[in-house]
């Protein structure tokens, strides 16, 4: 009965596990660009008694053996990049990757971290930066006296000049892809640097190679993929497993009680 109880606190522990990720992906519900997470599960251990094909008291060969699990544990966060929805905003600076893609940005250290985000700003400098300030790669510096920003769907990036009409080609916006993206390590901040279960980036431009069907489409932002419906069903599974967790913790230590009686 001692077993019952280590065993059903370990499904209880998993479904607690699971409910955190369940919050963090629905109050990230509204972040631009972020990629849900699923947690994965796998069973412990199981102590056998007997093992399948041992000889039986009468000489015959057991078809099967006697096994009782120990319960269950968590094997992996599985981050899922499936796209979001797409919604316009007119922000020449707003940029929307459609495809596989990550934009990279420097981080003060100096490494490229990437990211779906395509909230895109201009610093003092002139310099396309994130939101917290870290500069596009390669850099992107727009013209002071800029009138128009236009970006086409290979992320060539042109400006209109004060005084010209002609537009003049400023920079190239550059994807990276990874051959297991999400191997990918999280930093907050709409960020994630690359690790050894990810790979080296595959870098390329829209439209071409490897993004063949990639697009950038320039006044447009993408949501996040989670699913307010799906992580709601999520949400009372996983309450109905931890309730019957604790009802199974609750019979044993019911069982307990008789036998302590008895005694």
């Known amino acids: 009965m001692l077993r019952a109880l280590y065993t059903a606190a370990t499904g209880a522990y998993s479904q607690q596990f699971n409910l955190d990720i369940i919050a963090n992906n629905v109050s990230n519900v509204n972040t631009t660009g972020f990629k849900k997470v699923r947690a994965e599960f796998q069973d412990l251990l199981s102590q056998t008694y007997e093992t399948a094909g041992s000889i ?26 499936l796209p979001g929805s797409v919604f316009q905003t007119g922000n020449p600076l707003d940029i929307a990757v459609q495809g ?24 003092a400098n ?28 290979n992320g060539v990036v042109s400006v209109r000049q004060s005084g010209s009409t002609d537009l003049n080609q400023i920079g190239q916006i550059q994807l990276a892809r990874f051959a297991n993206a999400a191997g990918m390590e999280s930093i907050g901040r ?3 640097v690359q690790t050894p279960g ?23 932002l993408e949501n996040s993929n989670v699913q307010i419906v799906e992580e709601l069903i999520n949400l009372i599974a996983a309450q ?24």
């Open 198 to 220: 990810s790979g080296d980036p595959i870098l390329g431009t829209a439209g071409q190679g490897e993004f063949a069907k990639t697009t950038i489409n320039q006044g447009f």
């Open 240 to 263: 109905r497993a931890f309730e019957a967790n604790s009802n199974v913790m609750q019979a044993g230590d019911e069982m307990l009680q008789v036998v302590n009686n008895i005694v």
């Open 190 to 192: 709409n960020l994630f």
């Open 100 to 123: 596989d893609g990550f934009f990279q940005v420097q981080l003060d250290s100096g490494d490229v971290a990437y990211t779906r985000d395509g909230t895109w700003k201009r610093d």
């Open 56 to 81: 039986g008291g009468q000489g015959t060969t057991d078809p099967v053996g006697i096994q009782v699990g120990l319960g269950t544990e968590v094997a992996a966060t599985q981050r899922v990049f």
């Open 126 to 153: 002139g310099q396309v930066v994130t939101s917290d300030g870290y500069p596009l790669q390669p850099a992107i510096t727009i013209p002071s006296d800029t009138t128009e920003i236009v970006i086409g769907i």
